[in-house]
């Protein structure tokens, strides 16, 4: 079993999931005149639903999680709120997934409160029911167990941060400071559960070593986590 839950999204997966969301609109009667991708993950589905619901009008607006001073939990807050007039327009608002729904809720907020637009609607391919206080107008998939999905556009993001962790933690239970290439490939496998590709472990690997996260002993071929 894998320590963290996670499913490997195909290219092929996203544009199947946007054009069942987008079916799921029409169907539905909505018209949109503008689509606004919340930065950075509804920005892939955000452009696919245009395509697929024939919509010219792509604008954006970004998230960002702040950890306030003293508390475990992060708070949603947008990092550009600039103000449009969307007067006499349908709006919807798309984003990857609606985990907390923090995200999705305060875009839409911003949106109806500061654009004076004249209707606007909420869409993700995914909604994790459990978890989420905000449930989306539109979604493809309803998600009933949370679990880590790792989209092809946060592919070497998440493959580095989730090495990292390995590492991290590898250290603290059992003091395990060096890995071969070859332990990283075995050791994600067996943690996430998922093959990410040669590509993207080596790609991962040189960012950790950029940012200095861990370094390389060419003579005894072994990455070492720096101690934070
Ligand atoms: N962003 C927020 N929650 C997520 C999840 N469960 N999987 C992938 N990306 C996410």
Same mark, same amino acid.
């Given at each position: +079993?894998?320590?963290?839950?996670?499913?490997?999204?195909?290219?092929?997966?996203?544009?199947?999931?946007?054009?069942?969301?987008?079916?799921?609109?029409?169907?539905?009667?909505?018209?949109?005149?503008?689509?606004?991708?919340?930065?950075?993950?509804?920005?892939?589905?955000?452009?696919?639903?245009?395509?697929?619901?024939?919509?010219?009008?792509?604008?954006?607006?970004?998230?960002?999680?702040?950890?306030?001073?003293?508390?475990?939990?992060?708070?949603?807050?947008?990092?550009?709120?600039?103000?449009?007039?969307?007067?006499?327009?349908?709006?919807?608002?798309?984003?990857?997934?609606?985990? $907390? /729904?923090?995200?999705?809720?305060?875009?839409?907020?911003?949106? *109806?409160?500061?654009?004076?637009?004249? $209707?606007?609607? $909420?869409?993700?391919?995914?909604?994790?029911?459990?978890?989420?206080?905000?449930?989306?107008?539109?979604?493809?998939?309803?998600?009933?167990?949370?679990?880590?999905?790792? &989209?092809?556009?946060?592919?070497?993001?998440?493959? &580095?941060?989730?090495?990292?962790?390995?590492?991290?933690?590898? &250290?603290?239970? +059992?003091?395990?400071?060096?890995?071969?290439?070859?332990?990283?490939?075995? /050791?994600?496998? *067996?943690? &996430?559960?998922?093959?990410?590709?040669?590509?993207?472990?080596?790609?991962?690997?040189?960012?950790?070593?950029?940012? /200095?996260?861990? $370094?390389?002993?060419?003579?005894?071929?072994?990455?070492?986590?720096?101690?934070?």
């Amino acid at each position: +079993m894998p320590r963290v839950r996670t499913k490997l999204v195909s290219w092929d997966e996203i544009v199947d999931w946007s054009m069942h969301l987008a079916d799921i609109i029409k169907r539905d009667g909505y018209r949109p005149d503008l689509i606004v991708a919340v930065a950075r993950g509804g920005y892939v589905p955000a452009r696919l639903l245009c395509d697929f619901l024939s919509v010219e009008n792509l604008a954006s607006v970004q998230s960002q999680h702040w950890t306030e001073a003293a508390k475990v939990e992060e708070k949603a807050i947008l990092k550009f709120s600039y103000r449009l007039n969307a007067s006499g327009l349908n709006i919807l608002v798309v984003d990857d997934i609606v985990d $907390t /729904g923090d995200t999705l809720k305060l875009a839409r907020d911003h949106i *109806e409160a500061n654009w004076s637009p004249k $209707t606007v609607k $909420t869409a993700a391919l995914q909604w994790i029911s459990p978890v989420a206080k905000f449930k989306p107008d539109y979604y493809y998939l309803e998600v009933k167990e949370w679990i880590w999905f790792q &989209y092809p556009w946060t592919r070497l993001e998440d493959t &580095y941060q989730f090495i990292k962790r390995m590492m991290s933690e590898a &250290y603290k239970e +059992m003091g395990k400071s060096e890995w071969t290439n070859e332990e990283v490939v075995k /050791g994600f496998n *067996e943690w &996430y559960g998922i093959d990410v590709g040669e590509t993207y472990y080596r790609r991962a690997l040189d960012v950790l070593l950029e940012k /200095g996260v861990i $370094t390389y002993d060419p003579s005894r071929k072994t990455y070492k986590l720096v101690a934070t």
